[in-house]
């Protein structure tokens, strides 16, 4: 080939590529799962430089806010986060709160949970959220804040079986027969009913038994379940002073004998033909363990066991991996009316958001899932009215962009969006993604040293969880604080 022919070749070349750049979107092109990026050319000529949300001062700047007044400090999990701090300006730190953000009648509804933890001898607490906190992250280290400053033990309400890998509040085995039945995600179509506890999913251990079909005795059906302390947890956790089992929908009697401390402490039937019920039992001093057998011609709907005490603070971890935070308006209303008046809860921590962020496209979408979060918390308001709520967004989330990891482009409208929502029905609002950092935040709680957020540029690490859970305990905390300023 000629000299000209190959200089030709090399300058059409050069400039179908020059035309590709220009006309291709920032964004990049879609083809199918996948993003075909080119780079701009800016980035050919200086480089494509993302510039990353600086959180030393953040991390640096966390502190226990019960360490500034005189209480008792519960140390026995180790690994504290931070140092304490002993006798500091207390108006100076606080500055470094991201507060807890609130309408007039937010803070009242707030304020109304704040006189039942003051004055009550029983509150309970139920968090729910996504994968965020699963595991117990989070809550575990809010629990044990919580329990030692108002009282408390034990890990609240658990699901009949254990759906994650690592619990670090408490160890938990079951017969092989289990089987676990979620009204979110991929829905068993085989369920005939919308009964599903307020955990959003039961378990079984015989097979589901049809409300059409005539049943037949035929096979003795036996189960086991133990659930015991972690020597990993935080030590109030460990403590089990009650049990409650909430169950129905079992055709026939069901034997079930409860153990604790190597003895038979309870030996029941439960109710057939019932679609609710709970069995309560006392545990005797220093229970770390329980376990239920159960046997008969069938099994139950269990939505959930509790392993709590009967004074003090009481805050479970509902925990829905994949969930977008609407499964309330899924489940039957009389039956998760009936759940929740025996659990009276008076305080709702909704931590969801983030399993939406990488399906969101457009402003439309948005606005949908603003509407469908909107219902649940009026759900929420209609089955538990003297309850407060309070709206955690979304964590800073990245997806890759050419080299780089960069904040998902409609995480910031998601969070506003969920805000407005959240305010718009007087709830109160914890803006986490702003209080990590804000935008394109989550690199560099990945790169810290040790590492606070997991290599998936999503999930907290086990510390970075802790590092969150202090920060929101101590927005609450702060609240309480000057709610007591105001009562004097």
């Given at each position: 080939?000629?000299?000209?022919?190959?200089?030709?070749?090399?300058?059409?070349?050069?400039?179908?590529?020059?035309?590709?750049?220009?006309?291709?979107?920032?964004?990049?092109?879609?083809?199918?799962?996948?993003?075909?990026?080119?780079?701009?050319?800016?980035?050919?000529?200086?480089?494509?430089?993302?510039?990353?949300?600086?959180?030393?001062?953040?991390?640096?700047?966390?502190?226990?806010?019960?360490?500034?007044?005189?209480?008792?400090?519960?140390?026995?999990?180790?690994?504290?986060?931070?140092?304490?701090?002993?006798?500091?300006?207390?108006?100076?730190?606080?500055?470094?709160?991201?507060?807890?953000?609130?309408?007039?009648?937010?803070?009242?509804?707030?304020?109304?949970?704040?006189?039942?933890?003051?004055?009550?001898?029983?509150?309970?607490?139920?968090?729910?959220?996504?994968?965020?906190?699963?595991?117990?992250?989070?809550?575990?280290?809010?629990?044990?804040?919580?329990?030692?400053?108002?009282?408390?033990?034990?890990?609240?309400?658990?699901?009949?079986?254990?759906?994650?890998?690592?619990?670090?509040?408490?160890?938990?085995?079951?017969?092989?027969?289990?089987?676990?039945?979620?009204?979110?995600?991929?829905?068993?179509?085989?369920?005939?009913?919308?009964?599903?506890?307020?955990?959003?999913?039961?378990?079984?251990?015989?097979?589901?038994?049809?409300?059409?079909?005539?049943?037949?005795?035929?096979?003795?059906?036996?189960?086991?379940?133990?659930?015991?302390?972690?020597?990993?947890?935080?030590?109030?956790?460990?403590?089990?002073?009650?049990?409650?089992?909430?169950?129905?929908?079992?055709?026939?009697?069901?034997?079930?004998?409860?153990?604790?401390?190597?003895?038979?402490?309870?030996t029941d039937t439960l109710l057939p033909d019932t679609t609710y019920a709970v069995l309560e039992c006392e545990l005797p001093?220093?229970?770390?363990?329980?376990?239920?057998?159960?046997?008969?011609?069938?099994?139950?709907?269990v939505y959930g066991i509790e392993l709590a005490s009967k004074q003090g603070v009481i805050v479970d971890n509902i925990a829905?991996?994949?969930?977008?935070?609407?499964?309330?308006?899924?489940?039957?209303?009389?039956?998760?009316?009936?759940?929740?008046?025996?659990?009276?809860?008076?305080?709702?921590?909704?931590?969801?958001?983030?399993?939406?962020?990488?399906?969101?496209?457009?402003?439309?979408?948005?606005?949908?899932?603003?509407?469908?979060?909107?219902?649940?918390?009026?759900?929420?308001?209609?089955?538990?009215?003297?309850?407060?709520?309070?709206?955690?967004?979304?964590?800073?989330?990245?997806?890759?962009?050419?080299?780089?990891?960069?904040?998902?482009?409609?995480?910031?409208?998601?969070?506003?969006?969920?805000?407005?929502?959240?305010?718009?029905?007087?709830?109160?609002?914890?803006?986490?993604?702003?209080?990590?950092?804000?935008?394109?935040?989550?690199?560099?709680?990945?790169?810290?040293?040790?590492?606070?957020?997991?290599?998936?540029?999503?999930?907290?690490?086990?510390?970075?969880?802790?590092?969150?859970?202090?920060?929101?305990?101590?927005?609450?905390?702060?609240?309480?604080?000057?709610?007591?300023?105001?009562?004097?």
């Amino acid at each position: 080939m000629k000299p000209l022919h190959t200089l030709s070749f090399i300058l059409g070349v050069i400039t179908l590529l020059a035309g590709a750049m220009w006309l291709m979107p920032d964004d990049g092109f879609e083809m199918g799962e996948m993003t075909f990026h080119m780079p701009t050319f800016s980035e050919m000529i200086i480089g494509d430089d993302v510039e990353y949300a600086d959180v030393s001062e953040i991390i640096s700047q966390q502190f226990e806010i019960d360490s500034l007044v005189n209480i008792e400090m519960d140390t026995t999990a180790g690994d504290t986060i931070v140092e304490v701090v002993h006798r500091a300006d207390y108006d100076t730190l606080v500055q470094s709160i991201h507060r807890i953000e609130m309408t007039e009648q937010s803070k009242e509804n707030l304020y109304r949970f704040f006189g039942h933890l003051k004055s009550d001898s029983l509150v309970r607490i139920m968090h729910y959220g996504d994968s965020q906190i699963e595991g117990d992250r989070i809550t575990s280290f809010i629990r044990n804040k919580l329990q030692v400053k108002f009282g408390g033990t034990g890990v609240g309400l658990r699901p009949a079986l254990q759906p994650y890998d690592y619990i670090f509040s408490a160890k938990q085995l079951n017969s092989d027969n289990w089987k676990r039945y979620p009204i979110y995600g991929k829905v068993d179509s085989t369920v005939e009913h919308s009964r599903y506890g307020v955990m959003g999913a039961f378990s079984r251990y015989a097979p589901l038994a049809s409300d059409t079909i005539p049943f037949k005795d035929s096979i003795i059906y036996e189960a086991e379940m133990n659930v015991s302390k972690s020597d990993i947890s935080y030590k109030r956790t460990r403590e089990y002073e009650n049990m409650r089992l909430f169950y129905g929908h079992t055709k026939r009697p069901v034997s079930v004998q409860l153990m604790a401390r190597g003895d038979t402490v309870l030996t029941d039937t439960l109710l057939p033909d019932t679609t609710y019920a709970v069995l309560e039992c006392e545990l005797p001093d220093s229970t770390s363990s329980v376990t239920l057998k159960f046997s008969g011609y069938d099994g139950p709907d269990v939505y959930g066991i509790e392993l709590a005490s009967k004074q003090g603070v009481i805050v479970d971890n509902i925990a829905l991996r994949g969930s977008s935070g609407t499964i309330f308006t899924k489940a039957d209303y009389q039956h998760s009316l009936k759940m929740y008046n025996d659990l009276n809860p008076k305080f709702f921590i909704l931590q969801f958001g983030g399993n939406v962020i990488p399906y969101i496209k457009d402003k439309k979408a948005i606005e949908r899932y603003g509407r469908w979060f909107d219902s649940q918390i009026k759900r929420i308001n209609s089955l538990c009215p003297d309850a407060a709520i309070l709206v955690i967004g979304p964590s800073d989330m990245s997806t890759k962009k050419k080299d780089n990891y960069v904040t998902y482009k409609h995480l910031p409208s998601v969070v506003e969006t969920l805000k407005q929502v959240a305010l718009e029905n007087n709830c109160a609002y914890w803006d986490m993604y702003q209080a990590m950092g804000g935008y394109n935040s989550m690199p560099s709680w990945v790169n810290a040293q040790p590492e606070l957020a997991r290599p998936d540029y999503v999930h907290f690490s086990a510390r970075g969880a802790r590092v969150v859970a202090n920060m929101f305990y101590n927005a609450l905390i702060l609240e309480y604080n000057n709610y007591l300023e105001e009562e004097m």
